[in-house]
């Protein structure tokens, strides 16, 4: 029988691909699974490695690019600044990121773009501004930095072991986790980050305020916060609503939101409204754009122009006033309306030992100590080991002293250099530490005066040591070199507070107040759908109403300018709007076309008008199927800022008319059979929905339906009394003598 050919193994394309068991087949997996496999450890690298600032204050982003330029020795005040692109390049070597994502957190830490508080980078050339989002940035190679002098405290003591180093990305150099900043860094300049399922936003404090309240919280952990750390402070200024409340809610919870608002003056001769100063949340483009549109709306009429007058002395939007405008009324207008105020939301969200916390003020000044407490206990442990060391070397000197003919002699007699150090132990004594210090002395220092210079340390070292030992003993020394270090930061880079405060006693707050110009105004409707709002004045000077050819007017009212209008389609819809969104024009004009002003749907047409300013009274929908519906006008008054509301009323049967009545009056109905009935709207009960079917008021002969309703005159009430029916529903009366108009006045 002959035997069976065996299927040749695949080989591999390339020398170096080696097999792998189980490659290509499938295996059945639960997404669930998959998920937690591939996107939990992306997102802990997220929130862990990019997103959050720790209690250093700094993101790794941040802390790498900062480490990168103390090592190319850009603290050095006597060295020229360098080149942005260099400083970008030495930081990929810890940062494996793009060299655009590494100049963008350059630019934001640099003195020019003014986004901190507290610049850490100084720079020459152009840094954009942090209030402006058309002010960019130059490319690295134009522009230089090195470090400011505040960095002194971000890297004090750095090289004596007071942080863990790590190794980067390729292990070819070591990067501190942490800087030992001798200050709350975290709470002094602002942060923001956006991880996976959680953020963080921590607001810039005052750094005097800050150390003070971290100082006064070493004393006292019960220190009422308050009473020394007034509120943030943002670089950009403005004013803040001093809100003791919402303040004590985000110094305990690190949750909350301070409102902020732009500073002005108003310069009396040019009739204009200086800014000088904006919420740091916003930018001078927002601001001016949306005046502009709220001045296209009509809804500010004060304002003939606005500029950006931004410079090189710092920001200013101009805005020129029309005559006879009060420029603290139209700022609080102007405070409610556009970004120039606007609020700031507190999130203080920070990872601790690589475990993100969302904490207060309180809670991240002790974690801050204790952070910083360590720091101190790890730099005066490795002093505290040099001196012994050095200590140690010292006193083979001070036995060298007694006898230094004898240290000559031996050193000179031993024939092997080998043996030098085991000859000279022996002599005196000391072990081999010290007998290496001995034998590596230069000749010329060997003399009785070099040697007691050296000993006179001696007695200074022990009483060093003996110091140092007392401190790490003693956890009040050590806060008292925290609160010492905290007071020098204050004398050397205190600055006064940028953002102050106001109160809502020292301002009228008008957030509730509708401050819409009101005035009289006489509104038109024509039967075709186009509107007109004319002043009083304007209609006694105005002639005769231009119309479309075939046109009429079908409704009129004297209303006011605050006004509540509400229009009803052909299609069931309600589409609300105000007086005040119309502009006043004259009889001469068309008017605004109310399908395409209010955005109808395609076919939509008028109906019929409502003006109402509190919704009382009720409309009444009359179909031609003889049904009323009586329905509230409360229906259609909506808390909300909506628009249009659909099923404003029933679409069982066409619409005849929609009437309006204050209070309960007299309706004149007539039907195409030739019949007429008179009612009084008293007799039919209001509905709750706006869609209701009604009632029936009037029984129609077979195929007849109603034609027309009207509101009924007082005068015309006599002749028509006939026709009057005592229940609902009830039969017309035939009124021939009535004509065939079905033309309806309201």
């Known amino acids: 029988m002959p035997r069976k050919k065996e299927t040749p193994k695949k080989q591999p394309v390339f020398k170096h691909e080696a097999y792998i068991e189980g490659s290509g087949s499938v295996v059945d997996e639960k ?107 130059a490319a690295p190679r134009y522009t230089e930095v ?39 860094t975290v709470l002094v300049n602002s942060n923001t980050g956006i991880a996976v399922s959680m953020a963080s936003n921590v607001c810039p404090f005052n750094l005097e305020e800050v150390c003070e309240t971290t100082i006064a919280l070493m004393k006292d952990p019960n220190h009422d916060i308050l009473s020394t750390l007034k509120g943030p402070d943002f670089p950009g200024g403005g004013l803040m609503l001093y809100d003791e409340a919402e303040l004590n809610k985000v110094y305990e919870t690190g949750r909350g939101s301070i409102k902020v608002r732009a500073k002005f003056s108003y310069d009396k001769t040019a009739n204009c ?15 001016i754009e949306k005046i502009i549109d709220l001045v296209k709306q009509g809804k500010i009429r004060e304002v003939s122009y606005i500029r950006d007058e931004t410079d090189i002395e710092g920001l200013k939007i101009a805005i020129d006033l029309k005559r006879g405008t009060d420029p603290e009324k139209l700022m609080q207008k102007l405070y409610r309306l556009t970004p120039l105020q606007d609020s700031y939301p507190c999130n203080f969200n920070i990872l601790i030992a690589g475990t993100p916390k969302v904490m207060g003020v309180r809670e991240i000044l002790i974690e801050w ?49 080998a043996d030098v150090v085991p000859n000279l132990m022996i002599g005196f004594g000391i072990d081999e530490i010290q007998a290496e210090y001995v034998a590596e002395i230069k000749l010329r220092n060997i003399n009785k005066q070099y040697i007691l210079r050296r000993i006179e340390e001696v007695d200074q070292l022990k009483k060093d040591i003996e110091e140092m030992e007392d401190i790490l003993r003693d956890k009040k020394k050590i806060r008292k070199i925290i609160v010492n270090e905290l007071r020098d930061v204050i ?36 039967d075709s759908g186009y509107f007109k709002k004319i002043t009083p004045q304007s209609l006694r000077m105005s002639g005769e109403q231009k119309l479309k050819e075939g046109d009429f007017i079908s409704q009129t009212f004297e209303a006011t300018n605050k006004t509540d209008l509400v229009f009803f389609s052909d299609k069931a819809q309600a589409y609300k709007s105000r007086a005040s969104a119309f502009d006043d024009t004259k009889a001469s004009v068309m008017g605004d076309y109310i399908p395409a002003k209010l955005s109808f749907d395609d076919g939509e047409m008028l109906k019929t008008l409502v003006p109402t300013t509190d919704y009382s009274g009720y409309i ?62 008293g007799m039919i009960l209001p509905k709750s929905t706006r869609d209701s079917q009604g009632v029936q008021v009037i029984n129609l002969r077979k195929k007849a339906f109603l034609s027309s309703a009207s509101l009924i005159a007082p005068e015309e009430l006599p002749e028509l009394e006939k026709y009057r029916s005592k229940s609902v529903p009830a039969a017309g009366k035939p009124a021939k003598e009535l004509g065939d108009s079905n033309q309806l006045t309201f």
Do not use: W
């Open 31 to 137: 997404i669930t699974d998959t998920l937690k496999k591939n996107y939990m450890p992306y997102a802990m690298s997220v929130i862990i490695s990019r997103a959050l600032p720790e209690i250093d204050g700094f993101k790794p982003s941040h802390r790498k690019l900062l480490y990168m330029m103390y090592k190319r020795g850009l603290l050095n005040p006597e060295k020229e600044r360098s080149k942005s692109a260099n400083v970008v390049g030495e930081t990929m070597k810890l940062n494996p990121h793009g060299d655009q994502a590494i100049y963008e957190t350059l630019v934001r830490m640099t003195r020019g773009n003014e986004a901190l508080l507290h610049p850490y980078v100084d720079s020459k050339g152009n840094f954009g501004k942090q209030y402006s989002s058309k002010m960019h940035f």
């Open 146 to 184: 090195k470090l400011e002098k505040i960095c002194n405290e971000l890297f004090r003591d750095i090289d004596k072991e007071t942080i863990d180093f790590v190794p980067n990305y390729d292990n070819t150099m070591q990067e501190p986790t942490l800087l030992p900043a001798t200050f709350p």
């Open 273 to 287: 409204i200086e800014v000088t100063e904006i919420p740091y949340t916003t930018t001078v483009e927002a601001i």
């Open 369 to 417: 100590t204790a952070f910083r407490e360590e720091c101190i206990q790890r730099r005066t442990y490795h002093d505290l080991q040099k001196k012994k060391e050095k200590l140690h070397l010292l006193e083979a000197l001070s036995k060298i002293l007694l006898d230094i003919d004898k240290a000559i002699k031996i050193i000179r007699e031993t024939e092997n250099e």
């Open 491 to 526: 004398k050397n880079y205190a600055q006064p507070r940028k953002t102050m405060f106001y109160y809502l006693s020292d301002v009228e707050e008008t957030d509730d107040v509708d401050d819409t110009p009101d005035y009289a105004v006489n509104i038109f409707v024509s």
């Open 620 to 681: 009444l929908f009359f179909f031609e199927n003889g049904k009323v519906a009586k329905v509230p006008m409360k229906s259609y008054e909506t808390k909300t800022n909506r628009k249009k509301l659909a099923k404003a009323y029933s679409e069982k049967s066409p619409l005849v008319a929609a009437i309006f009545t204050a209070e309960d009056s007299d309706i004149l109905l007539r039907t195409t059979s030739g019949h007429a009935l008179v009612f009084n709207t």
